[in-house]
């Protein structure tokens, strides 16, 4: 049986959880179903309103680039834009997200 990637948030109080992830999932998702305080996802996927931010900060590099419509949602975000921001909800997980670490600002 294939292994689900392990994703680890950081809690905007600091603290560590570790999620397992379907790879039929994207990140949103993943935060909703385990309870991930700070995602709120009002839009539910649809890109349109940039409350699912989080910042990736391992594998940053690795994931897919952000396209055009979500870099410009990222200019909307509560939380400071940081180099590895990303709208959750963009993010499909696969097998490069195993073991990523993934931070919730404390304002979406
Ligand atoms: S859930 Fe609204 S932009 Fe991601």
């Not at 989080?54 to 055009?68: H, N, R, T």
């Not at 940081?82 to 600002?105: F, H, K, N, W, Y």
């Given at each position: 049986m294939k292994k689900m990637p392990s994703i680890d948030f950081i809690l905007p109080d600091g603290r560590r959880r570790s999620c397992a992830a379907a790879e039929t999932m994207n990140l949103m998702e993943v935060a909703l179903k385990n309870s991930?305080?700070?995602?709120?996802a009002e839009c539910n996927?649809?890109?349109?309103?940039?409350?699912c931010h989080v910042i990736?900060?391992?594998?940053?590099?690795?994931?897919d680039p952000v396209s055009d419509h979500e870099n410009d949602m990222l200019d909307f975000t509560a939380a400071p834009r940081e180099p590895?921001?990303?709208?959750?909800?963009q993010i499909m997980v696969d097998a490069r997200l195993d073991g990523a670490t993934v931070r919730v600002p404390a304002a979406t």
């Amino acid at each position: 049986m294939k292994k689900m990637p392990s994703i680890d948030f950081i809690l905007p109080d600091g603290r560590r959880r570790s999620c397992a992830a379907a790879e039929t999932m994207n990140l949103m998702e993943v935060a909703l179903k385990n309870s991930i305080p700070g995602i709120i996802a009002e839009c539910n996927g649809s890109a349109a309103c940039a409350t699912c931010h989080v910042i990736i900060e391992d594998p940053a590099g690795a994931l897919d680039p952000v396209s055009d419509h979500e870099n410009d949602m990222l200019d909307f975000t509560a939380a400071p834009r940081e180099p590895g921001s990303r709208l959750s909800c963009q993010i499909m997980v696969d097998a490069r997200l195993d073991g990523a670490t993934v931070r919730v600002p404390a304002a979406t």
